[in-house]
């Protein structure tokens, strides 16, 4: 009687993670059928700032094959206690130069690099350690003063600058588009990865096109995107932020 109890609630702990992930992949495949493209091509990160790791394992339990952390700490407090490996875990947020070394072992790949400055800082600590790190270059599509990365007509010859740096290998392009701009930044950034692609810039691969957050990831689909975020769409609303 009382183990059956036990089983019961284990079982609906973060039930509503799982709901909300088949949910989320029946989304996705709708989506995907609707233009044309094939629901494999498109891969499911699950954002996990301000979530207990507990909760973050029930989105590992439901298949969820990558994690994104946007917080230095947050990520270094918490990534012990994920059943995930570092293969799994991507960083998504501002990465300050004197933090690299923080998160350097913990995570395979760096959304975003938003600078040149940090670019060479990463690849010089990668030769320190004799480690390899893949990276995206973050575009700040739509020009916004409070969001970091390249802009626009910027980023062919970023990507070329950081192609020549050892240690990085770059994977393509990610964006966290102005909100409710509709899909003229996704349309956008989708010429912009297809251009990156086409030039074929040595030692700079595009297979990477990392944008769509919880309110916009079907439009993102539509218009190329390969790997969509999602934090609140799988977690629920975060709480508000405290002020420092
Ligand atoms: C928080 C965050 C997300 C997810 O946002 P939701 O609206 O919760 O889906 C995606 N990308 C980045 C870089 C983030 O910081």
Redesign the pocket.
């Known amino acids: 009687m009382i183990k059956n109890q036990c089983e019961q609630s284990d079982q609906s702990f973060g039930w509503e993670i799982r709901q909300n992930i088949r949910e989320i992949r029946e989304n996705i495949k709708e989506a995907a059928f609707s233009c044309n493209r094939s629901e494999q091509d498109i891969e499911l990160m699950a ?1 996990t ?1 301000t979530v207990v790791p507990e909760r973050v394992n029930v989105a590992l339990e439901e298949g969820i094959s990558l994690l ?1 952390e ?1 917080r230095v700490q947050e990520l270094c407090q918490k990534a012990a206690f994920y059943r995930a490996s570092r293969e799994k875990i991507h960083f ?2 501002h990465l300050q130069t004197n933090k690299i070394r923080d998160i350097i072992e913990k995570v395979s790949m760096i959304e ?1 690099v938003d600078s040149l400055h940090l670019a060479k800082a990463l690849s010089l600590e990668c030769e320190k350690r004799a480690v390899e790190m893949d990276v995206l270059l973050q575009v700040n599509i739509g020009k916004e003063e409070t969001k970091g990365g390249f802009y626009e007509e910027d980023v062919l010859e970023a990507m070329k600058r950081v192609a020549e740096l050892p240690r990085l290998q770059i994977r393509g392009l990610m964006a ?1 588009p102005p909100r409710s701009s509709g899909t003229l930044y996704f349309q956008k950034m989708q010429e912009l990865f297809l251009l990156c692609k086409e030039l074929k810039i040595e030692r700079a691969e595009c297979s990477v096109l990392s944008m769509g ?3 916009d990831y079907k439009e993102a689909i539509a218009y190329g995107s390969t790997q969509i ?5 799988i977690f629920g609303e ?1 709480p508000a932020v405290k002020p420092l």
């Open positions: 954002v700032k994104g946007n998504i947020g975003s966290i957050m919880s309110d975020r999602l934090g609140r769409a975060r």
